[in-house]
């Protein structure tokens, strides 16, 4: 009793801390205080939406590089840059429009990793709590939450990771024929990387909520546990996950390849994209295998339990006795003959969709070689 009392009080805490929003990302926070500033100068009292707010954030900060790089006199060594990526020289309007299509790719993919990871707390709150059947759960729960929703920590690994990865790409910029990067390059580069962490750090999260979901003891429909309900929720949620990976790669597989960036090596850049889409959907699936095999052998150690308390009996002449361990027993094979996993055929199917995404980008940034190859008309 004392057991199950401390696992209700711990569920009930953990949920009402959920329902009034005490667990924030980074990204919440950022987007919080940027919703406070425009409200401020706007003098609008209503919260804005998410999606206004990173309408405006995208300019905003796109804005900010581009007038570092002109009072710096840099657009020499941007040109430059894009040209030797390009194959020809753009003009100041290409070079904009690329270079706010990098700043709304890392925002946007920050901003919507974020969304996906509120939708993990939302299904937690609402439908696994309780269906959670162990302290040891919660425990490992709580602290997946407050390793996501540290934005000390997300803050200060965006930023050592920004300058890092930052100053690689800068360094790797520098060796470039005729390019000398200024401060202004710099900044903007740097800038981006930061931008790019704070999405890799929620995907961290996300994968790290993966590999300790199988640990999770969870109450599931006894007699298929395969077939619960949490189960087909979660399983939807983390294919999305997957499905998500696989839009990402596409994008950049189709920036590159359009830019001509990397496209000697498009299959190796294709395995490299294919190999997190694969890894996640393993992972996902092992940690939901895991959880049904845990569920499906309690129900039949419970069931062995019962059969053996009447064999204990020795009462094998009464005929009541031996139907009810008859009974048991075809339960028994019944609930070992489940299955053991939730892969079903809506499932590969996204999976192979999240595969073929990235390919389909290669090959449209390639329509031209494709066309090349087909029989010409005389």
Sequence with gaps: MPTDTTLIEKREELKRRLTVGEYKTLVDVLLARTDRLLRNITRR??????????????????LISFAAIYVAGDWATIRNIF?????????????????TSGFIL???????????????????????????ESVASLDGFEDWLKMACNWRLHLLVSIIGGLLSGSY???????????IVDYSSMFTVIIANLLGWLFVYLFLVVVLLSARLRRYDLKL??????????????SGELGFFVYYVGVYAAILTLAFALSGFLQSIDTLLLLLYWLPIVAMFILNQTSLSSIIRRAKWKTLNEIQAKVEKLQEMENFADKETMDAIKRLMDYHDRVKATRNSALDFNTVLSFINSLLL?????????????????????
């Excluded at 209503?46 to 900060?61: D, E, R, Y």
């Excluded at 040209?83 to 270079?99: A, F, Y």
């Excluded at 790409?169 to 390019?179: E, K, Q, R, S, Y």
Aim: proline fraction near 9%.
């Design 45 to 62: 009292s209503k919260p804005l939406p998410i999606w206004l707010i990173t309408i405006i954030v995208i300019p905003a900060l796109a």
């Design 83 to 99: 040209e030797l990526s390009l194959g020809s020289r753009p003009g100041v309007l290409p070079i904009i429009l690329l270079m």
């Design 106 to 132: 890392l925002i946007a993919s920050a901003v919507v990793i974020n969304r996906y990871v509120g939708r993990i707390i939302v299904l937690w709150r609402d439908e696994v709590l309780v269906a959670t």
């Design 169 to 179: 790409f800068v360094a790797l910029i520098d060796t470039l024929p005729g390019i």
């Design 221 to 234: 429909f006894a007699a298929d546990p395969s077939s619960s309900e949490l189960v087909y929720h979660l």
């Design 358 to 378: 990235p390919l389909l980008a290669i090959l449209l940034g390639n329509l031209d070689r494709l066309m090349a190859l087909l029989p010409q008309r005389p």
